[in-house]
Protein backbone atom coordinates (compact mmCIF):
# COMPACT_ATOMS: atom_id res chain seq x y z
CA UNK A 1 0.00 0.00 0.00
CA UNK A 2 2.63 2.30 0.77
CA UNK A 3 4.52 2.42 -2.47
CA UNK A 4 1.54 4.06 -3.90
CA UNK A 5 2.87 6.92 -1.92
CA UNK A 6 6.52 6.30 -2.30
CA UNK A 7 5.20 6.33 -6.57
CA UNK A 8 4.33 9.79 -5.93
CA UNK A 9 7.36 11.00 -3.76
CA UNK A 10 9.48 9.48 -5.97
CA UNK A 11 8.27 12.26 -8.87
CA UNK A 12 9.09 14.85 -6.48
CA UNK A 13 12.70 16.91 -6.34
CA UNK A 14 15.25 15.17 -4.19
CA UNK A 15 14.31 16.27 -0.71
CA UNK A 16 16.97 17.92 2.17
CA UNK A 17 15.29 16.07 4.53
CA UNK A 18 12.79 13.76 5.57
CA UNK A 19 10.61 13.52 9.01
CA UNK A 20 9.09 10.55 9.94
CA UNK A 21 6.63 10.34 12.03
CA UNK A 22 4.76 6.80 13.42
CA UNK A 23 3.14 5.47 16.76
CA UNK A 24 5.15 3.90 19.94
CA UNK A 25 2.67 -0.11 20.22
CA UNK A 26 4.85 -1.20 23.04
CA UNK A 27 4.77 1.75 25.37
CA UNK A 28 8.26 2.17 25.71
CA UNK A 29 10.52 5.00 26.23
CA UNK A 30 9.45 8.74 26.11
CA UNK A 31 6.12 10.20 25.40
CA UNK A 32 7.42 11.51 21.98
CA UNK A 33 11.10 10.55 21.47
CA UNK A 34 13.55 11.30 18.06
CA UNK A 35 17.03 10.47 17.69
CA UNK A 36 19.79 12.42 18.76
CA UNK A 37 22.39 11.49 16.40
CA UNK A 38 23.72 7.75 14.22
CA UNK A 39 22.71 5.72 11.99
CA UNK A 40 19.33 3.45 10.95
CA UNK A 41 20.84 0.33 8.60
CA UNK A 42 18.40 -2.07 6.95
CA UNK A 43 19.31 -4.77 4.27
CA UNK A 44 19.53 -1.78 1.66
CA UNK A 45 22.37 0.36 3.77
CA UNK A 46 21.97 3.30 6.36
CA UNK A 47 20.32 6.70 6.31
CA UNK A 48 21.80 9.76 8.59
CA UNK A 49 19.88 11.45 11.59
CA UNK A 50 20.06 14.65 11.03
CA UNK A 51 21.45 15.93 14.14
CA UNK A 52 20.68 19.46 13.87
CA UNK A 53 16.93 18.88 13.05
CA UNK A 54 16.42 16.56 15.88
CA UNK A 55 18.30 18.89 18.15
CA UNK A 56 16.02 21.93 16.95
CA UNK A 57 12.74 19.73 17.47
CA UNK A 58 13.79 19.08 20.81
CA UNK A 59 14.45 22.71 22.07
CA UNK A 60 11.31 24.12 19.84
CA UNK A 61 8.78 22.08 20.58
CA UNK A 62 9.72 21.48 24.88
CA UNK A 63 7.73 17.92 24.90
CA UNK A 64 9.93 15.84 22.01
CA UNK A 65 13.03 14.26 23.70
CA UNK A 66 16.08 12.15 22.81
CA UNK A 67 15.53 8.01 23.44
CA UNK A 68 16.42 6.16 21.50
CA UNK A 69 14.83 3.10 23.74
CA UNK A 70 11.33 4.54 22.54
CA UNK A 71 12.94 3.14 18.93
CA UNK A 72 14.60 0.14 20.19
CA UNK A 73 11.37 -2.06 19.66
CA UNK A 74 9.38 -0.27 16.79
CA UNK A 75 8.93 -1.15 13.54
CA UNK A 76 6.44 1.24 12.21
CA UNK A 77 9.06 3.84 11.10
CA UNK A 78 11.48 1.67 10.13
CA UNK A 79 9.60 -0.05 7.78
CA UNK A 80 9.63 3.07 5.62
CA UNK A 81 13.17 3.03 4.78
CA UNK A 82 13.48 0.72 2.02
CA UNK A 83 11.25 2.40 0.49
CA UNK A 84 12.91 5.82 1.12
CA UNK A 85 16.18 4.18 -0.05
CA UNK A 86 15.17 2.94 -2.88
CA UNK A 87 14.21 6.12 -3.98
CA UNK A 88 17.22 8.11 -3.12
CA UNK A 89 19.75 5.58 -1.76
CA UNK A 90 21.18 6.63 1.46
CA UNK A 91 21.98 10.11 0.03
CA UNK A 92 19.15 12.47 2.20
CA UNK A 93 19.13 12.34 6.22
CA UNK A 94 16.21 11.57 8.45
CA UNK A 95 14.57 13.08 11.75
CA UNK A 96 12.53 9.85 13.53
CA UNK A 97 9.91 10.57 15.78
CA UNK A 98 8.07 8.23 17.43
CA UNK A 99 4.70 9.05 19.12
CA UNK A 100 3.14 7.23 22.35
CA UNK A 101 0.99 10.70 23.32
CA UNK A 102 -0.85 10.55 20.14
CA UNK A 103 -3.49 13.36 21.75
CA UNK A 104 -4.80 16.23 19.52
CA UNK A 105 -2.63 18.85 21.52
CA UNK A 106 0.54 16.48 21.32
CA UNK A 107 -0.06 16.12 17.08
CA UNK A 108 -0.63 20.05 16.82
CA UNK A 109 2.50 20.88 18.59
CA UNK A 110 4.96 18.36 17.23
CA UNK A 111 3.59 19.65 13.97
CA UNK A 112 4.18 23.28 14.29
CA UNK A 113 7.82 22.18 15.29
CA UNK A 114 8.30 19.94 12.22
CA UNK A 115 7.22 23.45 10.38
CA UNK A 116 9.62 25.03 12.06
CA UNK A 117 12.46 22.45 11.59
CA UNK A 118 11.74 22.32 7.65
CA UNK A 119 11.64 25.87 7.29
CA UNK A 120 13.86 26.94 3.91
CA UNK A 121 14.45 23.16 3.16
CA UNK A 122 12.87 21.09 1.00
CA UNK A 123 11.25 18.06 3.02
CA UNK A 124 9.22 15.26 2.79
CA UNK A 125 6.88 14.42 5.49
CA UNK A 126 5.70 10.82 6.24
CA UNK A 127 2.74 9.17 8.52
CA UNK A 128 2.74 5.99 9.41
CA UNK A 129 -0.03 3.96 10.37
CA UNK A 130 -2.57 1.50 9.48
CA UNK A 131 -6.17 1.96 9.98
CA UNK A 132 -9.17 -0.50 11.85
CA UNK A 133 -8.02 -3.28 12.89
CA UNK A 134 -9.60 -6.88 12.83
CA UNK A 135 -13.51 -6.07 11.95
CA UNK A 136 -15.60 -7.17 8.96
CA UNK A 137 -14.76 -5.60 5.63
CA UNK A 138 -17.88 -3.60 5.03
CA UNK A 139 -17.46 -2.03 8.87
CA UNK A 140 -13.50 -1.01 8.31
CA UNK A 141 -14.39 0.33 4.94
CA UNK A 142 -17.26 2.38 6.33
CA UNK A 143 -15.05 3.59 9.19
CA UNK A 144 -12.02 3.97 7.52
CA UNK A 145 -14.03 5.97 4.44
CA UNK A 146 -15.30 8.43 7.17
CA UNK A 147 -11.78 9.18 8.82
CA UNK A 148 -10.43 9.75 5.07
CA UNK A 149 -12.40 12.41 4.73
CA UNK A 150 -11.54 14.11 7.66
CA UNK A 151 -7.94 13.36 6.10
CA UNK A 152 -8.86 14.90 2.93
CA UNK A 153 -9.68 18.17 4.39
CA UNK A 154 -7.22 18.38 6.96
CA UNK A 155 -9.57 18.63 9.65
CA UNK A 156 -7.76 17.72 12.72
CA UNK A 157 -10.66 18.58 15.13
CA UNK A 158 -13.27 16.14 13.49
CA UNK A 159 -10.25 13.72 12.51
CA UNK A 160 -9.97 13.15 16.32
CA UNK A 161 -13.85 13.10 17.04
CA UNK A 162 -14.28 10.58 14.24
CA UNK A 163 -11.97 8.17 15.78
CA UNK A 164 -13.55 8.64 19.10
CA UNK A 165 -17.06 8.43 17.57
CA UNK A 166 -16.47 5.41 15.56
CA UNK A 167 -14.08 4.04 17.47
CA UNK A 168 -11.52 3.35 14.62
CA UNK A 169 -8.31 1.66 16.05
CA UNK A 170 -5.94 2.99 13.62
CA UNK A 171 -2.72 2.99 15.12
CA UNK A 172 -0.74 5.95 14.18
CA UNK A 173 -3.60 8.45 14.32
CA UNK A 174 -1.52 10.58 15.83
CA UNK A 175 1.18 10.09 13.71
CA UNK A 176 -1.28 10.84 10.80
CA UNK A 177 -2.70 13.83 12.58
CA UNK A 178 0.93 15.12 12.76
CA UNK A 179 1.63 15.26 9.18
CA UNK A 180 -1.90 16.66 8.87
CA UNK A 181 -0.95 19.84 11.49
CA UNK A 182 2.00 20.44 9.35
CA UNK A 183 0.75 20.45 6.25
CA UNK A 184 -1.94 22.99 6.76
CA UNK A 185 0.63 25.25 8.72
CA UNK A 186 3.10 24.50 5.25
CA UNK A 187 -0.22 25.88 3.04
CA UNK A 188 -1.13 22.98 1.81
CA UNK A 189 -5.15 22.78 1.45
CA UNK A 190 -5.99 19.02 0.66
CA UNK A 191 -5.24 15.18 0.61
CA UNK A 192 -5.57 13.20 -1.89
CA UNK A 193 -6.36 9.34 -1.38
CA UNK A 194 -4.09 7.31 -3.71
CA UNK A 195 -5.01 3.73 -2.65
CA UNK A 196 -7.29 2.07 0.07
CA UNK A 197 -7.44 -1.63 0.52
CA UNK A 198 -8.13 -4.53 2.94
CA UNK A 199 -5.87 -7.04 4.04
CA UNK A 200 -9.14 -8.95 3.32
CA UNK A 201 -7.77 -7.61 -0.25
CA UNK A 202 -4.88 -9.80 -0.42
CA UNK A 203 -6.36 -13.15 1.69
CA UNK A 204 -9.64 -13.51 0.74
CA UNK A 205 -10.47 -13.38 4.17
CA UNK A 206 -12.94 -10.35 4.95
CA UNK A 207 -14.11 -11.42 8.27
CA UNK A 208 -11.54 -9.61 10.33
CA UNK A 209 -9.97 -7.36 7.82
CA UNK A 210 -7.12 -4.50 8.55
CA UNK A 211 -7.44 -1.05 6.63
CA UNK A 212 -4.81 0.73 4.68
CA UNK A 213 -4.54 3.62 2.82
CA UNK A 214 -2.05 6.09 0.77
CA UNK A 215 -2.51 9.68 0.70
CA UNK A 216 -0.84 12.82 -0.33
CA UNK A 217 -1.44 16.33 0.45
CA UNK A 218 -1.51 19.08 -2.30
Known amino acids: MAAHSY ?3 SSLRAPDL ?11 GSGVATFKEG ?15 AS ?24 QLPFLQQIYGDSIPILPISLLFQDLETARTVGESVVKVVKGKRAVLVASSDLTHYEPVAKAR ?8 QVKKLDLDTFYSTLDRL ?12 VMAASR ?5 RGELLKYATSGDTTGDNN ?8 RFV
Not at 60 to 74: L, N, Q
Open 7 to 9: LHV
Open 18 to 28: IVIVAPNHYGV
Open 39 to 53: EWETPLGRMRVDEEA
Open 56 to 79: ELVRDSGIVSFDPEAHRMEHSLEV
Open 142 to 149: EKDGALID
Open 167 to 178: RVTACGFGAIAT
Open 185 to 189: ALGLE
Open 208 to 215: QVVGYASL
